[in-house]
């Protein structure tokens, strides 16, 4: 059962992601977004703001499959599988709206229970957060 | 020692980083097409790509938290996977500077380190050259 914050901030941590895809082969499980569930246990409590780039995180999607070497390489990160996890751990993951357009999307591609936001809205509420960082 | 060079279809020169990007997983996408198509392949590693084969990475990531049980290989694994199942088609090969600078002086005895002087035999040695990344 996931429970999200109605409202950005409210003395959570913020993080802001926007370099997106560092790596597959060489990361596959310890992402930005693996690291956000770490920080929303240590930090009590973490919002996920998704822009540029990362916004795409959020789309729905399939990663494609990966065979090198004559094997299935399975256990590459999926950021959708990922975020999956924060939602229902209870992290409030937003994206700005301008950056969907701007990579061709609509705010109907994205993942369930991710929101939007317009450009700006979650920078006027950092003093909201007990602390914001770059992920 | 003279070394023969291989001579192959084509020449990867990866300069990008891992961790940076998905440069390092389009790379060994475009090699193993490459090599499903019948072609050879070598690839010279500069920069930070030759962190890839250090030894002391081992066959596996460090353990996830969240899937303990989950085997994730390194890419040294990946590599050395990638040249047993390509015997004599695909050749992996490490800028000397580029490793010494790093301290990444321990590759796999797969991957054979050279001189940036003998580059240009490298790419004397295959028909076609690509360098994907920058430093």
């Known amino acids: 059962m996931s429970s999200h914050a109605a409202e950005p901030g409210q003395g959570r941590a913020l993080a802001i992601v926007e370099r997106a895809y560092r790596g597959a082969v060489e990361t596959q499980f310890s992402d ?3 690291c956000a569930y770490l920080f929303h246990i240590h930090l009590g409590g973490l919002d996920l703001l998704l822009r540029g780039p990362a916004v795409t995180y959020a789309v729905r999607g399939a990663t494609p499959a990966l065979r090198l070497g004559g094997q299935d390489l399975h256990t590459v990160n999926d950021p959708r599988v990922n975020l999956a996890v924060l939602l229902d751990s209870g992290v409030g993951v937003w994206v700005e709206e301008p950056d969907l357009p701007a990579h061709g999307l609509s705010p109907a591609a994205l993942l369930p229970d991710v929101r939007t936001v317009p450009a700006g809205e979650i920078t006027a509420r950092w003093s909201a957060y007990r602390s914001v960082f770059y992920l | 020692m003279t070394r023969i060079l291989p001579h192959t279809d084509v020449l990867i020169t990866l300069m990008g980083a891992p961790h940076e990007s998905d440069l390092l997983t389009s790379a060994l996408r475009l090699t193993q097409a ?15 790509a030759t962190m890839l084969t250090q030894r002391a990475l081992g066959d596996g990531k460090p353990r996830n938290l969240a899937a303990w049980s989950t085997e994730y290989p390194s890419t040294s694994l ?9 015997p004599g088609r ?4 490490a800028c000397r500077f580029c490793s010494d600078d790093r301290g ?7 991957v054979p380190v050279r001189a940036p002087a003998k580059y240009a035999e490298h790419v004397a040695a295959a028909a076609k050259t690509f360098h994907l990344g920058v430093m």
């Open chain 1, 32 to 34: 930005a977004l693996y």
């Open chain 2, 78 to 86: 990946v590599v050395r996977r990638m040249l047993d199942a390509h």
């Open chain 2, 34 to 48: 490459l090599l499903d198509r019948g072609a050879s392949v070598q690839v010279w590693a500069c920069g930070y």
């Open chain 2, 104 to 110: 990444a002086v321990d590759h796999i005895p797969q």
């Open chain 2, 90 to 93: 695909l050749h992996w090969f």
